[in-house]
């Protein structure tokens, strides 16, 4: 017997029970299989865009296709042209490796299309946030009363610091910010959207390990005041993308308290470091800061998106974001009850935290610890590597599972500029043989290759093939071309 629910038509762009499991099999098989397959694949594929546009350039069709056939060629054509972050072997940028049970969430919040702008549109998601929220607050060493929410990323984790640290300052007009050199892009670009004109964010030189140089800092925040400018932020880095560098934070937290100032921390890169007894040793005087931006999906290995924002006083946050409309009045439910569109620029949210549960949930926080703890000795050892080799040299000492280095035999005698054409030549040999994905850096303006470990699956096998190949390439180069 049948009832009426069962006898309802379905809307064209449903599917039967049978066919979502057909498919959902499908996609879960194809995954598993790319994602056992990639220690024998490249760590990056890339294309033109002539062969791309032939390749995916058409009319959308009037009538569907084979949902099978459509997974399939997404899987296929699409999806893997792109720099594979999660394989054991990229090194490039800031790469990183999901949990399974991370991925399975965001299928999981994308099945139930959860909307977390309000508690009243999801109460158990928000609720979960909270206590995600506050592991976090845990582990940074932040007191009650301090908070903050998911994001998309650290890029709009800082976006949202900076409005609470021009409100909290008055929002002064001659408003002026401060960042080392070394400064991800992130934060001159959140800065200009919340309206410090260009000329006014000010790059702090750094020392030789480029850590912000705290008399360069003095001096610029004491010039702008005498000049009738208002500070409203300071920036540290805790692990420049750059470098891996940590800026002296327990210093910058002293002045900024002194000098009533904003204390913002960019820990997109390296802040769940602090899961580590290294990355807490470094990391010290983070929980000083006023607001931190941290990246779960670098260091704590979950899919893109989830970052995030801590704020010490989550009060202050929620002062400069709350707006209460007409039509949300029914999402007022009090003080205990928080509204997570109160407290950055996104009303309509996903539930990243869900990912964040489910991997600690499955794994425990002892897995999580050793995997931090193991890219970062991973960058030692390859430091050391690098100090025993008669062919490489170091650029600067590894910090935060970052090392940078480049191809300059001992007593070669060869000049900068050769140096620099023989490492640009090594590193393209790197990614053309799919040994691994390299990116390169200028420190001081040297060019340099820059190695960054982070995935939980990386061996010590991966990076001392990827430094011994890059020493057989730079010795064929030079051999090949000697002048």
């Given at each position: 017997?049948t009832?009426p ?7 064209e762009?449903?599917?039967?029970p049978?066919?979502?499991?057909e498919l959902a099999s499908?996609a ?9 397959g990639?220690?024998g694949?490249p760590?990056w594929?890339g ?5 791309l546009?032939?390749?995916m350039?058409?009319d959308?069709?009037e ?6 056939e459509v997974?399939e060629r997404?899987v296929?054509?699409?999806l ?7 394989h ?8 990183s490796q999901p949990t ?14 959860t909307f ?5 549109g999801a109460?158990?998601p928000s ?10 607050r ?10 903050g929410?998911?994001?998309?990323g650290?890029?709009?984790a800082?976006l949202?610091a900076?409005?609470a640290a021009r409100?909290?300052?008055?929002a002064p007009?001659?408003?002026?910010v401060?960042m080392?050199d070394?400064?991800?892009t992130?934060?001159?670009?959140a800065?200009?959207?919340?309206g410090?004109?260009p ?7 750094t020392?030789d390990r480029f850590?912000?140089d705290?008399?360069?800092?003095r001096?610029?925040?004491?010039r ?6 208002a500070p ?6 805790a692990?420049a993308?750059?470098t ?8 910058i ?23 580590s007894?290294e990355?807490?040793r470094?990391?010290r ?9 941290m990246?779960?999906?670098?260091w704590l290995f979950?899919?893109f ?13 929620e002062a ?5 409309p007409?039509y949300l009045?029914?999402t007022?439910w009090g003080?205990?009850?928080p509204n997570?569109g ?7 949210r996903s539930?990243?935290?869900l990912?964040?549960?489910m ?6 926080m002892?897995?999580?610890r050793r995997?931090v ?5 991973l960058a030692?050892?390859?430091e050391?590597y690098v100090?025993?080799s ?10 935060l599972?970052v090392v940078?280095?480049?191809f300059?035999?001992?007593?070669s005698?060869?000049?900068d500029?050769?140096?620099?054409r023989?490492?640009?030549r090594?590193q393209?040999?790197?990614i053309?043989t ?10 001081r303006?040297?060019y340099?290759?820059r190695m960054?470990i ?5 061996t010590?096998e ?6 011994e190949?890059i ?6 180069i030079v ?5």
């Amino acid at each position: 017997m049948t009832t009426p629910m069962e006898d309802a038509p379905r809307s064209e762009l449903q599917l039967s029970p049978e066919r979502m499991h057909e498919l959902a099999s499908l996609a879960s098989r194809l995954l598993i299989e790319r994602i056992e397959g990639l220690p024998g694949e490249p760590a990056w594929r890339g294309g033109s865009r002539a062969e791309l546009e032939a390749l995916m350039r058409e009319d959308p069709p009037e009538e569907g296709r084979p949902a099978e056939e459509v997974l399939e060629r997404a899987v296929r054509d699409i999806l893997p042209v792109a720099g594979r972050t999660d394989h054991p072997r990229f090194f490039a940028f800031v790469p990183s490796q999901p949990t399974w049970p991370g991925i399975l969430a965001d299928f999981l919040a994308a099945g139930h299309n959860t909307f977390q702008g309000t508690w009243l549109g999801a109460s158990g998601p928000s609720q979960l946030e909270v206590v995600v929220i506050d592991w976090f607050r845990d582990w940074i060493g932040y007191p009650e009363g301090a908070g903050g929410l998911f994001t998309s990323g650290g890029s709009a984790a800082s976006l949202d610091a900076f409005v609470a640290a021009r409100e909290a300052a008055g929002a002064p007009e001659w408003a002026t910010v401060y960042m080392s050199d070394q400064h991800h892009t992130a934060l001159s670009r959140a800065a200009r959207i919340v309206g410090i004109r260009p000329d006014r964010i000010r790059s702090v030189p750094t020392d030789d390990r480029f850590r912000m140089d705290l008399e360069a800092l003095r001096t610029s925040v004491a010039r702008d005041r005498a000049d009738g400018y208002a500070p409203i932020a300071v920036c540290g880095n805790a692990g420049a993308t750059n470098t891996g560098a940590v800026d002296p934070l327990v210093e910058i937290a002293d002045f900024c308290e002194a000098e009533g100032i904003w204390m913002h921390v960019d820990a997109a890169y390296g802040g769940f470091a602090i899961l580590s007894d290294e990355g807490r040793r470094l990391l010290r005087g983070i929980e000083r800061a006023d607001s931190i931006a941290m990246d779960a999906h670098k260091w704590l290995f979950q899919p893109f998106e989830a970052g995030c924002l801590m704020v010490k006083d989550v009060r202050k946050l929620e002062a400069a974001f709350s707006v209460h409309p007409e039509y949300l009045q029914d999402t007022q439910w009090g003080h205990d009850h928080p509204n997570f569109g109160d407290r950055g620029l996104q009303l309509s949210r996903s539930f990243r935290a869900l990912k964040v549960w489910m991997s600690i949930q499955t794994f425990g926080m002892a897995a999580f610890r050793r995997a931090v703890a193991s890219g970062i000795d991973l960058a030692h050892r390859a430091e050391a590597y690098v100090r025993d080799s008669a062919n490489l040299e170091i650029a600067n000492p590894a910090s935060l599972g970052v090392v940078c280095f480049r191809f300059n035999p001992r007593g070669s005698g060869l000049d900068d500029a050769r140096i620099e054409r023989i490492n640009e030549r090594v590193q393209a040999r790197v990614i053309e043989t799919a040994t691994a994905m390299m990116s390169s850096t200028r420190l001081r303006g040297r060019y340099s290759l820059r190695m960054c470990i982070l995935n939980h699956s990386t061996t010590w096998e991966d990076v001392r093939g990827t430094l011994e190949a890059i020493e057989r390439f730079g010795e064929e180069i030079v051999e090949g071309d000697p002048a």
